[in-house]
């Protein structure tokens, strides 16, 4: 299994899932056609599932995003997306049976913005989960995002009551310039509110995202935004490198624009010294580094479960921008960026009244079973268990990827030796170093089919 040289760039790509969502497929054009859900099902796991429900709605739409959302909600488009929820987490619940019992580990609701969504529509929203799934929210943990603007107490007393254990708030910059020149329109003193309503809620895990890299950013106005968020004792803090991508509000303006044969190595070496200045002060201030984006304060309360992983036991993905993994098959509805080829998916998805079937995926083998695990290990600050990979693959993984691990510990990325070990912990795991490139480090490990899929799809 063999890879390619190493970029010069620290900031490929953020590798949150594998495969990546642009190697994903229309699935009818198999031979056998749209598998059926009951099909694909059928021999899974389902005692420790993840639940994930998206809502494809914000307010306003950042410059550096490039998720699945669309701005604003007209003509009820809310109640027509979350009747649409509905009847897909009904299809979703016959095709998992009853042979054996169905059981979540975990649930999330993201987007675009599920506080979007008015208290009474949250109330609906969690009902689908627990009526249609069968998930009880108040047993598991539940992740919630919203922002600013959507952050209210009557929204917050909802999620309260129904069991949110964690809210995730995208605040990004706590200096209004920099929210400007991000393309965020917010004020200081709207995320100060926020936070404060937050609390007030006595949701038991706060999260603060916080982005560097920004035009006109310092070490100096990134402290700042440091410090704004640790006066909050948030149990969670995520820090993003910004990124540039096609069809964004950014991408559109330039913003980032490296040179056209090759990377900007003044902004790479910003995001870095930003990375590194943040990752610092923040140790500093008793928190644990769990991956290059997440630090966890270190007497904060348990996040849930600390063996589950979505991507090896199985997630239901509901709504027109998830995704649903099982151990065969990544499955989802399509995925676009610009703002009329959202709409249009979402009309779409919103009038489906059959959703027996996956649409659009890409088939899992063992090869990419393994890379997958070694991604979503290696990417943890813990590292992996060489002895658990051992055990479900029967290999080691020097022996699987013998040519990428032994780049990796060349370069100083690895915490151990550079063959055929994982130090004295039986861990493979990152070096500081290795951590800070985890965007460089993650793109190495995709397998060819995987980067050739990426690279032939046209986005839009």
């Known amino acids: 299994m063999t890879g390619t040289a190493l970029s010069t760039s620290p900031y490929l790509s953020y590798v949150y899932a594998y495969p990546h969502k642009t190697a994903y497929r229309p699935l009818e054009g198999r031979p056998e056609g749209r598998p059926l859900l009951s099909g694909l099902w059928a021999g899974e796991r389902k005692d420790a599932l993840s639940l994930y429900l998206h809502i494809p709605f914000c307010e306003v739409r950042c410059g550096f995003c490039n998720l699945f959302t669309r701005i604003g909600a007209p003509e009820e488009l809310t109640t027509r997306y979350l009747d649409a929820l509905d009847r897909q987490a009904t299809a979703v619940r016959d095709a998992l049976g009853d042979e054996e019992p169905v059981r979540f580990a975990a649930a999330a609701f993201g987007g675009g913005t599920p506080t979007f969504l008015t208290a009474g529509e949250l109330e609906r929203l969690c009902d689908i989960a627990e009526k249609r799934m069968g998930a009880d929210l108040t047993a598991v943990p ?9 952050a209210t107490a009557d929204r917050l007393t909802v ?40 609390r007030d809620a ?3 895990v706060l999260n603060i995202d916080l982005i560097y890299g920004i035009e006109g950013q310092t070490e100096a106005t990134w402290r700042t935004s440091l410090d704004a968020a640790l006066a909050w004792r948030p149990e969670e803090l995520y820090l993003y490198p910004l990124y540039v991508r096609p069809l964004t509000g950014l991408g559109r303006l330039g913003a980032g624009a490296g040179a056209p044969d090759g990377p900007d190595t003044a902004w790479d070496a910003q995001r870095l010294r930003l990375y590194r ?5 923040l140790l500093a201030h008793g928190y644990a580094q769990v991956s290059m984006r997440m630090f966890r304060r270190a ?8 063996d589950h992983a979505c991507q090896t036991d199985g997630m239901i993905g509901l709504g027109c921008g998830a995704r649903s ?13 610009e703002m009329r080829e959202v709409r249009g998916i979402i009309d779409g998805f919103t009038t489906t009244a059959d ?5 659009v995926g890409r088939y899992v083998d063992d090869g990419e079973a393994r890379r997958r695990h070694l991604l979503q290990s290696l990417l943890q600050a813990e590292g992996m268990r060489s002895a658990e990979y051992r055990e479900r693959f029967g290999s080691d993984p020097y022996e699987d990827f013998p040519e990428e691990l032994e780049r990796f510990a060349e370069r100083g990325w690895l915490d151990g030796p550079a063959h055929g070990g994982a130090g004295a912990s039986g861990r493979l795991r990152l070096s500081p170093e290795g951590l800070a490139h985890s965007d460089a480090l993650g793109p190495e490990l995709f397998s060819p089919a995987v980067r050739a899929a990426m690279a032939a799809y046209e986005a839009k």
Do not use: K, M, N, W
């Not at 959703?355 to 649409?359: I, K, N, P």
């Open 325 to 337: 993994y099982t151990s065969s098959l990544h499955y989802s509805f399509d995925y676009a960026v």
């Open 299 to 306: 007497d904060a309360p348990p996040a849930g479960p600390g």
């Open 355 to 359: 959703f027996s079937r996956a649409e």
């Open 159 to 198: 999620l309260a009551d129904r069991g949110t254990t964690r809210i995730s708030i995208g605040v990004q910059s706590f200096v209004d310039a920099e929210a400007r020149a991000a393309v965020r329109p917010q004020h200081r003193s709207e995320v100060e509110a926020a936070l404060g309503r937050i």
């Open 142 to 150: 539940l992740s919630v995002e919203t922002s600013p603007s959507t």
């Open 277 to 281: 200045a943040g990752r610092d002060h």
């Open 202 to 204: 006595r949701i038991p």
